[in-house]
């Protein structure tokens, strides 16, 4: 049986008859005119349930998950500012529809229904999902998540102490703000939400300033696996740093009081709290779902005995803020009005075209105060003896520890957060004094959590920083990839570019290191890089172009707020010598500061025609070896170092190798799905050149003596081209 309509027809005979469920008398400091104007929330989130689950039977609504249950979170916003960002619970539009009170000119109802037929007219996403989300709001949509949106709430409520220093040019929330989060209890177990809720209490431990509000909603099951009673209270009411509130969600005079409480300790103590509020789920999880598959018929009534706008409808009664007629009128209006609206909106225009969904991957340009350099009197204090060392040849990881100091110089928005990048200077000394240069609220040592480090960036720059975090290694980025791939990459989507995630990501990555590895240290995939849409993955091979690159790199990150990707090859960052021992051929100048590669640029090396050698990273340094050894056995070859792995710089590739006879593609990353396909594929399609590759085997990387066998090397380079050139003669 439809539970819905059970549900509605309960709500419509128990309030005119009186039959209400028991509870407490309203008590606390709500008035009557927002308790209406919260109930009012309340049963406009119920119609918007009712009629979503019409129109997807219709054919014109498309994929439901509801927030019956959970109106007590129209409560919650009523206790907030509508500049406090909130980072919602998929089940919160009563929360939405709540705050939109608070904002002059919103039209919820019609805004919601569009979002439901997936019209291109949806002022949040588009077309692209049913989601919650609204700029004017100072909420960021977020989709079905199960968690993942906790770390970035993290950063957000660091970011608020950080921007009231530094003051960004692009800098949006106040700051007295405080940030909300919520979501299920079941999500609370999530592996994300554990590490993201102790990061938080990490942060507020050391007294460092984390105006957080987390808010648990709990119905006591996700989807048909059960909560064990007592599970959200015993695990977070006595964590340190955390401090526990709970309410009855059916009781929104509770749920108010409650709410304000939790928010004023955030907002005047500016530490983290975590409100626990009841709640209950009504007609099952999503979609089709139904409950009475895995819940007995007498629990499932039981649950809808306990219906909030019922307990709503009472409370307001013993209050004699608003008779049951009245409540009934409330009800039936807006349900009424919501299938009026319903029929206007589903004739709304929808996505249609590739280029129409794709439309918002990229975001949108932003203006920018001109900059012109990191300032010669700063870059004297800063480096001091540093200076004289610029013009002398140097290895890669100074290069980029220098070009990472100017731009901090230059852009005082630019925070960096990492794994020992502080004190310690990075494993590899990266980030030497930086710390000491900049301070530690802009160069954050982190505890060992990848998604934490993901989400502080994240959080960041929805609040107008720069933030540059670092993955120790790639290996590592494993443990959090869907911070990029699930929340970075998707926000601009899923938000008509309104909301952003601009960031610089480092990683130190890829294979060769001789003395210290094994497949984690050493990891030559970068495929789940490339295969996010949006997404831009940076690699230099040599030190100069490190630090040309890095700085376009962050001019694609503060302009076009784009989601970088900087990838730095381990092996190369003490890399001396290119032929012989003592030659010092891989060392270089430091390039002047307004010196950048720009985005989708290759670099090429030499102008022989005879064969050309596109690589990358390590692969540019074996090809420049063999380069030299082909050039004694009578081939002219040139080497085009990509500098940009995704997306692949097409044009300037093809144009540079246009003049040659044959392409030989060196490819440190694995046969499979390795940059080598999409090269391949390029080339095959694009060009009339004859094209072979060399690619890495489909293994792991070894420690010890085997640490390079599985993958190219200049020896392999050598052999392989005479064979194409002489192939070809």
């Not at 007219?121 to 199960?146: F, N, W």
Request: net charge negative; aromatic share 6%; with cysteine.
């Amino acid at each position: 049986m439809d539970r819905a309509q059970i549900v509605h027809d309960n709500f419509l005979r128990r309030v005119a008859d009186g039959d209400f469920p028991s509870g407490r008398p309203p008590s606390g400091p709500l008035d009557d005119d927002l308790a209406v104007s919260i109930f009012r929330s309340a049963c406009l989130t119920r119609a918007l349930d009712r009629t979503s689950r019409t129109m997807q039977a219709a054919g014109q609504g498309f994929y439901t998950i509801g927030s019956s249950g959970h109106e007590g979170m129209a409560a919650v916003a009523a206790a907030l500012r509508p500049s406090d960002m909130a980072f919602l619970h998929y089940r919160d539009a009563a929360f939405q529809i709540q705050r939109s009170k608070q904002v002059p000119g919103q039209t919820i109802t019609w805004d919601m229904l569009l979002s439901f037929a997936c019209s291109a007219e949806d002022p949040i996403s588009g077309g692209r999902h049913k989601v919650l989300g609204s700029s004017a709001l100072t909420i960021p949509p977020q989709t079905s998540t199960i968690a993942s949106h906790l770390p970035k709430a993290v950063g957000a409520a660091y970011s608020i102490g950080l921007a009231a220093r530094i003051k960004p040019e692009h800098q949006t929330l106040a700051i007295d703000s405080i940030i909300l989060c919520s979501f299920g209890d079941a999500s609370a177990n999530h592996s994300t939400a554990q590490g993201a809720i102790n990061t938080a209490c990490w942060t507020a431990y050391q007294k460092v300033p984390m105006p957080l509000l987390l808010v648990c909603e709990d119905n006591g099951i996700g989807i048909s696996t059960k909560t064990p009673d007592g599970w959200i209270a015993n695990s977070f009411a006595n964590r340190p740093g955390l401090k526990y509130f709970a309410c009855d969600g059916l009781d929104f005079y509770d749920t108010y009081h409650v709410a304000s409480q939790a928010v004023d300790y955030v907002r005047t103590r500016r530490k983290p709290a975590f409100l626990h509020v009841r709640t209950v789920r009504l007609y099952g999880h999503a979609g089709a779902d139904v409950p009475t598959t895995y819940l007995s018929k007498s629990e499932v009534e039981a649950e809808e005995a306990q219906d909030p706008l019922l307990h709503s409808a009472r409370l307001l009664a013993e209050a004699s803020a608003l008779p049951r007629d009245q409540a009934l009128k409330i009800y039936t209006a807006t349900a009424a009005r919501v299938e009026r609206v319903a029929v206007q909106a589903v004739t709304r225009p929808r996505l249609e075209t590739a280029s129409d969904v794709m439309a918002s991957i990229i975001p949108p340009p932003r203006k920018c105060r001109a900059t012109n350099g990191p300032s010669p009197e700063a870059r004297k204090e800063i480096f001091g003896p540093d200076l004289a060392a610029m013009q002398q040849p140097q290895i890669m990881s100074r290069l980029i520890n220098w070009a990472l100091t100017d731009l901090m110089l230059e852009h005082g928005e630019i925070a960096m957060m990492g794994e020992d990048i502080g004190r310690k200077g990075g494993v590899y000394g990266v980030t030497q004094k930086l710390s000491q240069r900049f301070g530690r609220a802009r160069v954050i040592d982190t505890l060992l959590d990848e998604q934490a480090i993901l989400g502080l960036g994240l959080g960041m720059g929805q609040n107008g920083l720069l933030p540059i975090p670092e993955i120790q290694f790639l290996a590592y980025l494993h443990n959090a990839e869907d911070q990029l791939r699930g929340e970075g990459a998707t926000l601009p989507f899923f938000s008509n570019g309104q909301f952003t995630n601009p960031m610089v990501l480092r990683i130190a990555g890829l294979g060769y290191q001789k003395g210290f590895g094994g497949h984690f240290h050493n990891d030559n995939s970068v495929a789940v890089l490339r295969d996010i849409p949006g997404l831009i993955l940076c690699c230099p091979s040599n030190g100069p172009d490190a630090a040309r690159l890095l700085r376009e790199c962050v001019r694609l990150a503060r302009e076009e707020q784009r989601l970088v990707v900087f990838l730095e090859p381990i092996a190369l960052y003490p890399m001396r010598d290119l032929h012989q021992p003592g030659d010092n051929g891989w060392l270089g100048s430091y390039p002047e500061p307004d010196e950048r590669i720009g985005f989708g640029q290759v670099t090429t090396h030499g102008v022989g025609q005879d064969l050309a050698i596109v690589s990358f990273g390590n692969g540019a340094y074996l090809a420049r070896q063999a380069q030299q050894r082909l050039a004694d056995d009578g081939v002219a070859a040139r080497v085009i170092d990509l500098n940009w792995l995704s997306p692949l710089p097409d044009a300037a590739l093809l144009e540079a190798a246009t003049p040659c006879k044959q392409v030989l593609i060196v490819d440190e990353t694995r046969k499979t799905g390795g940059i080598a396909d999409a090269l391949m594929a390029l080339f095959t399609e694009c060009s009339q050149l004859p094209h072979h590759r060399i690619s890495a085997q489909d293994s792991f990387i070894p420690t010890g003596p085997a640490y390079a066998a599985t993958m190219p090397s200049a020896d392999e380079i050598v052999r392989v081209a005479v064979e194409l050139v002489q192939g070809a003669a």
